[in-house]
């Protein structure tokens, strides 16, 4: 190794995390105990904190709803939105936030959607949705379907999580043809989730088809992976991309 590739990888290290290009997260965990994520308002209020400090203006908070695990709705989300604004004004942090919800596809779900239930979405009709990792949930496509015909805008999360989807190309190819929104975890650009996730995440960039990019963010250990995001070669090519995320 030369001294100039010593002092060029020290650098790259050295490098502070800018997402002011990003503008907003959509896609978050903030909500103290209601979810896997932040457990009390002092975290939320750090992680927010952290948030800031990187150049986030706006967030979107999304607490799962998940009926075996987080049976959230609505009412119980808006009321720890509430409670987590007064708690940032109190510690003197400016910034837009609000919530919507990351919904799981299970047979609930899909009851709510066709039951006409209320959903939180964001922006114009947007709502996040995902499954699980290893296996294609039955009625992935019919079911996306009835949320377009209720007037929804699908948006899938972190589809470069889903193992199932990296081996059935003519499921992806599905999807594409519907123009689903996928939504990436800038996290997977670091290798966090591991290197088959940080491929997929890559090739999905590459083919034009990454419309949103959120944390994800559940904690400081995320936010300590994401840090090190400027050393991804994809960093500088996330910053080009026609994302929706200004425009929420």
Known sequence: MSIFDFFTKTS????????????TDMHSHLIPGIDD???????????????????????????????????NNPENIHEGLDKLKIGLQEAGIDIAISAAAEYFMDEFFLEKVSNGEKLLTMGDQYILIETGFLSKPPMLLESIFNLEMQGYKPILAHPERYFYLHQDTELLDAL???????????????????????????????????ALLGTDCHNDKYLDALESLPNSKYFQKLQTLPLLNQTL
């Open 12 to 23: 790259a290290k050295e490098q502070t995390l800018d997402l002011s290009w990003l503008k």
């Open 37 to 71: 994520g932040s457990k009390s308002l002092e975290e939320s209020i750090h992680l927010i904190s952290r948030l800031k400090s990187y150049g986030i203006n706006k967030i979107i908070t999304t607490p799962h709803v998940m009926t075996e695990f987080y049976r």
């Open 176 to 210: 594409i043809e519907r123009n689903i929104y996928f939504q990436i975890n800038l996290l997977s650009f670091t290798g966090y989730y591991s290197k088959p996730v940080k491929k997929f995440a890559e090739a999905l960039v590459d083919r034009e088809l990454v």
